[in-house]
């Protein structure tokens, strides 16, 4: 009888374990699931702009086609809530988010410390980064870090970190361009980045292919031509050219995002003109300058998003 009874005990003690160990393991997975449910914020790639509205608690300050941008949101970890943050659609699928810290600080060493936080932020989210670098062109300030931001702005250094997850490639940036510090956490999907700007290049194309053959119905059909040019499109490049007489020209600028938006309006020689405007972040404006001679002239325009350029000739 009491060979029976322990035997009925092991048996009673082995389940207990057993339970025991299946809760064990649920927790996990649910923990893990947990860590890995979001690939940006609340969000994962390929949702919809109307899904992404819907994770963020208030309404967006601009939207289109292309991208969702909220001017303050909450970084865990930092006070405060005054980050802008951006999102960014093709096909109305989610493939690349970020945030734009430039522009915020008149005291440069506090971007160093912005970016320090958000270096420690990121390890402790995603582990030792891919990359790590700090690079000097020259080390003038380098044993002096109270002036570290300045060698930024100057473009004497930059700091960058990468991190990966089975989805997401995460970079972090700290750098100068044209006298700005410019400090970004970018976040790309490793399956639809590509096919995104591919994409996003053709239907531009599209657009640009529409509105040449607007243009040429028009000519042909005797209308006066407009005295106003439009130029836009999508990132870093070279505008198509034009010509612009002597006189006073306005030069109107709409930009979305909030990456660096620069542009420098050239010669037909590729030689600097003016510089037009260089600012960080979302841009609504106009610059009226005199130009001295009749020619050809094209901008080189500096961006990471969709932009536009009306220029009104008297």
């Not at 949101?73 to 405060?80: A, E, Q």
């Not at 980045?193 to 996003?200: D, I, L, P, Q």
Request: glycine content about 8%; proline content about 1%; hydrophobic content about 35%.
């Amino acid at each position: 009888m009491e060979i029976k009874k322990g035997g009925e005990e092991m048996k009673k003690n082995i389940s207990i374990l057993l339970i025991v160990a299946c809760i064990l393991v649920i927790s996990t997975l649910i923990l893990f699931a947990e860590e890995i449910k979001y690939d940006f914020r609340k969000t994962n790639w390929g949702m919809s702009k109307e899904q992404v509205k819907a994770t963020e608690n208030k309404k967006a300050d601009y939207e289109d086609n292309f991208q969702l941008s909220y001017d303050e949101v909450t970084i865990s970890g930092k006070s405060g809530k005054d980050f802008p943050c951006n999102y960014y659609f093709s096909a109305d699928k989610l493939y690349s988010s970020a945030y734009g810290l430039g522009g915020r600080h008149t005291n440069n060493n506090l971007y160093i410390d912005d970016y320090e936080e958000l270096r420690e932020i990121l390890t402790k989210e995603y582990g030792k980064p891919k990359t790590d670098k700090v690079i000097w062109k020259r080390d003038v300030f380098k044993d002096d870090k109270s002036y570290w931001g300045t060698a930024v702005v100057g473009g004497d250094l930059s700091c960058s970190a990468q991190w990966e997850t089975p989805t997401t490639e995460i970079n972090l940036k700290l750098f100068g361009e044209d006298w700005r510090i410019i400090l970004i956490v970018s976040y790309e999907s490793k399956e639809l980045t590509e096919w995104a700007r591919e994409n996003n290049e053709k239907i531009y194309a599209e657009i640009k292919k529409s509105e040449g053959e607007e243009e040429k119905d028009t000519k042909q059909e005797g209308l006066e031509e407009k005295k106003s040019i439009t130029l836009f499109g999508f990132g870093q490049e070279a505008s198509d050219k034009f010509v612009l007489e002597k006189g006073l020209v306005r030069f109107n600028f709409v930009y979305k995002g909030q990456h660096n938006f620069s542009v420098w309006l050239l010669d037909n020689n590729g030689k600097k003109v003016e510089l037009l405007v260089n600012t960080i972040g979302d841009f609504n404006g106009s610059k009226a300058i005199g130009i001295d001679k009749t020619g050809i002239y094209l901008l080189d325009i500096s961006a990471n998003d969709y932009w536009l350029v009306i220029i009104d000739r008297d």
